[in-house]
């Protein structure tokens, strides 16, 4: 498999599995209405609508920044896709693609409902973590994987410099 077609797949699956989870949750059970669910002694799912970025920055109420929240992430995607596509590792088209992925996730929720749909609360003692959803989760392992990527070249296809007089290289 190829490294774009390995990152388009991470980015459909994790586009897939945020908008169905989402969905699911809100629309499939009373969740909003009984939540807390406790999952476990340190996770409960929960019913949290972020106005902003990540971990609740930058609020936004007015319809103007919803719309500029959403036309920036759709900016990000697009250059990140264009990475993805000449992206020389699977790593990193894989990374690429769940950024990409949960930044579409997340523009669609803002576009469709003005804010982001976000249910998993973690939690341990007087320890408490943001609330967040497929997407955030999926946008913090491609953080990871592009840092794992950037110090670990193996993998990646040599680029030569190419000889005066050679003929330039096809895409």
Not at 8 to 18: E, Q
Not at 29 to 53: K, S
Request: proline share 5%.
């Amino acid at each position: 498999m190829t490294p774009f077609r390995a990152g388009l797949l991470a980015l459909l699956l994790t586009l897939i599995l945020d908008q169905a989870s989402k969905l699911g949750l809100y629309l499939g059970t009373d969740l909003v209405l009984t939540q807390p669910w406790r999952l476990a002694p340190f996770a409960d799912l929960v019913v949290v609508w972020n106005r902003g970025v990540s971990y609740g920055l930058f609020q936004q109420e007015g319809g103007f920044g919803r719309w500029f929240l959403v036309i920036l992430s759709l900016a990000a995607a697009l250059g990140l896709g264009i990475w993805m596509r000449r992206a020389g590792s699977r790593l990193l088209a894989v990374a690429l693609g769940l950024i990409v992925g949960g930044a579409l996730g997340n523009a669609i929720d803002r576009a469709a409902y003005g804010a982001v749909f976000d249910f998993v609360h973690l939690h341990a003692g007087r320890w408490s973590w943001y609330v967040f959803n497929v997407a955030d989760a999926a946008i913090v392992a491609g953080v990871i994987g592009l840092i794992l990527d950037s110090l670990s070249p193996a993998g990646r296809r040599p680029q030569k410099e190419p000889a005066a007089g050679d003929p330039a290289p096809r895409r």
